[in-house]
Antibody, heavy 121, light 106 residues
Framework: EVQLLESGGGLVQPGGSLRLSCAAS????????MSWVRQAPGKGLKWVSS????????YYADSVKGRFTISGDNSKNTLYLQMNSLRVEDTAVYYC??????????????WGQGTLVTVSS | ETVMTQSPATLSVSPGERATLSCRAS??????LAWYQQKPGQAPRLLIY???TRATGIPARFSGSGSGTEFTLTISRLQSEDFALYYC????????FGQGTKVEIK
């Protein structure tokens, strides 16, 4: 069974940094694209960033480009999202999600349970 | 950016009835469209991909149709566990979601 478990969320001040982790199991992590999607409190879903499998390309939403970095550690089967220069508007539940193939040009399935990031002074 | 617009925002339906949810893309996304269900406090769950293919384990009462810019998710004979938020998402041109349709009990 594919499982994704996020961690690393918490309260951080504006301008601060945080690194989210997503521990994956039940599949060969290196072979699949992965993504981060966020959901602000009471709001809808917004794609944040994706990374292709097998050392593939990285993609970022304009709102986080230059501030966030997505990466993966195949030896630890873990996806990361390094978030720097955090803003109040980055406050959200962050979900990691697996793609159908090594390319991220498809749907998200499954999703992790999410980790809450709160940016506030 | 491809903008996805869902309608209605809220759909009030009685258990056992049919629910029809719409999703419109600002430009063609071919059949590169997925539907997700989200319940309070839970992560989204994939229902449909490729506009009309049910994901593994999804009951047959869920069906998707459409291509290009107009898509529909139909839930026949609504059950209590189907009252939730539903999102469409395109993956033809990066990744964007609709704003969601809440299916509530009438």
């Amino acid at each position: 069974e594919v499982q994704l478990l996020e961690s690393g969320g918490g309260l951080v001040q504006p301008g601060g940094s945080l690194r989210l982790s997503c521990a994956a199991s039940g599949f060969t992590f290196s072979n699949y694209a992965m993504s981060w999607v966020r959901q602000a409190p009471g709001k809808g879903l917004k794609w944040v960033s994706s990374i292709g499998g097998r050392g593939g390309d990285r993609y970022y939403a304009d709102s986080v480009k230059g501030r966030f970095t997505i990466s993966g550690d195949n030896s630890k089967n873990t996806l990361y999202l390094q978030m720097n220069s955090l803003r109040v508007e980055d406050t959200a539940v962050y979900y990691c999600a697996k793609h159908y193939s090594s390319s991220p040009n498809n749907w998200f399935d499954p999703w992790g349970q999410g980790t809450l990031v709160t940016v506030s002074s | 950016e491809t903008v996805m617009t869902q309608s209605p925002a809220t759909l009030s339906v009685s258990p056992g009835e049919r629910a029809t949810l719409s999703c419109r893309a600002s430009q063609s996304v071919n059949s590169n469209l997925a539907w997700y269900q989200q319940k309070p406090g839970q992560a989204p769950r994939l229902l449909i991909y490729g506009a009309s293919t049910r994901a593994t384990g999804i009951p047959a009462r869920f069906s998707g149709s459409g291509s290009g810019t107009e898509f529909t998710l139909t839930i026949s004979r609504l059950q209590s566990e189907d009252f939730a938020l539903y999102y469409c998402q395109q993956y033809n041109d990066w990744w964007t979601f609709g704003q969601g349709t809440k299916v509530e009990i009438k």
